[in-house]
């Protein structure tokens, strides 16, 4: 039996003619750009996170760059971000004309490294940018208090993390802003690009709107200079189709990733760690799993609710991941390793200074890493097969 990565079509096809009749509907109405579409799936989503202004964007990586310029964050500023991410989180950074800073990352829960952070901080620093990765919120209390000693915003990029939570806060709402993806691999999955950033700034979100629209207002008359980052209505009214599912498709993530954790946590040599406290394991110098472990199954911290958009395993020992890629291709079961390399390893930040100091974590976890199957409509029989082929490589 094959088990893709992702099924896009087991989730939207049995949607086909409510899809069809949102087409129609925008085909109809003649409004291609803004408008109700737009507003109503930003009402919703505002709703859904509980936040006050949420703003749809022509995607998540339009949406981290948006929330920079409207935080007026450019040239000869540094904002800091976590090594082991997607390229979006850094790219923004750099385009926006200010530096990323990397940090190491926990090698337990993917995030980021916040003491390491704190030792990044300079007189150029003007924002800190943690990313929930996989579906699972960094360590939000240090992260805000550290912003908060140095007077700074916090810019969360929740692109994997939409509806997850720390401590009961909803991701995107704790900090300045929030960014969300609709990219169709995402939880909430579209047909095409596109995002959602969130405030619960009034004036920032003014200010997001304007830039979002070449920084016009009214038309013609730019106070700004934006760009060109609006969601489509056509890409909205289709997402307003899948919203009202959405709490479905995370339950049976979380029904998935339980049974992962159980059948595979069963396997010798197979070990998940145990996450007693909010606080990432290296500021705790401890490695909570045996030490006979060859795969490291991923864990959630008690306190945050989260969303598995990705399941990752850490495979051990040199060249262990990619033997086991290989294993899991050959039996037609999809898998996929973000990320392979670090932001700091990558060519186009080879001239940062931040690029040039060892990250560890990030090293390791990119070599380590591998997400297996676990969107929502994979089924028990495809999971036993993921889980066997994993017992198998292991026993081989
Ligand atoms: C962590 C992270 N940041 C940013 C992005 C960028 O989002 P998008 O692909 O919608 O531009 C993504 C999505 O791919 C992501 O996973």
């Known amino acids: 039996m094959s088990v893709p990565l992702l099924d896009l079509n087991a989730q939207n096809l049995v949607l086909e003619d409510e899809l069809r009749t949102a087409f129609e509907r925008v085909l109809r109405s003649g409004q291609f750009i803004l408008g109700p579409e737009v507003q109503g799936l930003e009402g919703k989503i505002a709703e859904l996170v509980g936040a006050r202004h949420a703003i749809g964007v022509s995607s998540g990586t339009d949406g ?79 992260v805000m208090a550290l912003a908060e000693r140095h007077g700074m915003p916090v810019i969360e ?40 950033l969130v405030t619960d700034d009034g004036e920032l979100a ?27 209505p056509l890409q909205a009214a289709l997402l307003s189709v899948k919203l009202p599912h959405y709490d479905g498709y995370t339950r049976r993530r979380r029904d998935n990733a339980s049974y992962y954790a159980e059948r595979l946590g069963a396997i010798s040599g197979i070990a998940r760690a145990s996450l007693a406290e909010s606080l990432c394991v290296r500021a705790h110098g ?39 890629r290989a294993a899991l291709t050959r039996k037609r079961i999809g898998s996929e390793v973000y990320y392979p390399v670090p932001m700091h390893k990558q060519e186009c930040f080879a001239n940062l200074d931040s690029s040039r100091v060892a990250l560890p974590n990030a090293e390791r976890l990119a070599e380590e890493a591998l997400s297996i199957p676990i969107y929502p409509e994979l089924d028990r029989a495809q999971q ?8 198998s490589f292991l026993e081989g």
Request: charged content about 20%; aromatic content about 10%; hydrophobic content about 40%.
């Open 64 to 142: 981290i760059l948006l929330a920079l310029m409207s935080l007026g964050i450019g040239p000869g500023d540094e904002v800091i971000c976590p090594s082991f991410t997607f390229f979006a989180t850094a790219g923004c950074i750099s385009r926006s004309g200010a530096s990323p800073v990397f940090t190491d990352s926990c090698p337990y829960c993917f995030n980021m490294d916040v003491a390491d952070a704190a030792r990044k901080i300079t007189p150029r620093t003007k924002a800190i940018m943690p990313v929930h990765l996989f579906g699972q919120a960094a360590d939000m209390d240090a």
């Open 157 to 196: 990029d929740a692109a994997q993390s939409m509806g997850a939570a720390y401590k009961g806060r909803k991701l995107g709402t704790i900090g300045t802003f929030g960014m969300f993806s609709l990219f169709p691999s995402k939880n909430l999955g579209g047909f095409g690009d596109g995002g959602i």
């Open 206 to 232: 003014g200010k997001a709107r304007m830039l979002r629209a070449h920084g016009a207002k009214p038309k013609y008359f730019h106070k700004l200079v934006g760009g060109n980052f609006r969601l489509d």
């Open 286 to 324: 401890a490695a909570p799993v045996p030490p006979e472990t060859q795969i490291v199954i991923p864990s959630p911290y008690a306190h945050n609710e989260h969303i598995w958009n990705q399941f990752t395993l850490r495979v051990l020992g040199a060249g262990r991941r990619d033997a086991l």
């Open 384 to 391: 036993d097969e993921v889980i066997a082929a994993i017992g």
